[in-house]
């Protein structure tokens, strides 16, 4: 994925012409229940990740994609993909 910063259009935002869109998990009853946001890839559908919150910055999520770890910063009319390294 590349970095950058995307126009957000409700929850859908483009990279390199690559549609992604953030979805909400159904509410589990589970004992392990998992995040509650997860990423995908609308064409060709792909699932990319859970998306984990950041407690520290609000708006803010850790995933990986293709053993690359990645921070998305999601804002009300942007999104920001920043490539992080593993600490």
Not at 27 to 35: A, H, L, V, Y
Not at 52 to 58: K, L, M
């Amino acid at each position: 994925m590349k970095e950058g910063r995307y126009r957000l259009e409700g929850n859908m935002f483009v990279i390199e012409g690559k549609k992604y869109v953030i979805r909400e998990r159904k509410e589990e009853k589970r004992s392990n229940p998992k995040p509650k946001r997860f990423l995908i890839q609308c064409s060709p559908f792909q699932y990319i990740s859970s998306l984990f919150p950041i407690p520290s910055i609000p708006g803010a999520y850790n995933f990986d994609f293709e053993r690359e770890l990645y921070q998305l910063k999601v804002g009300e009319v942007e999104v920001e993909l920043l490539k992080i390294e593993p600490v």
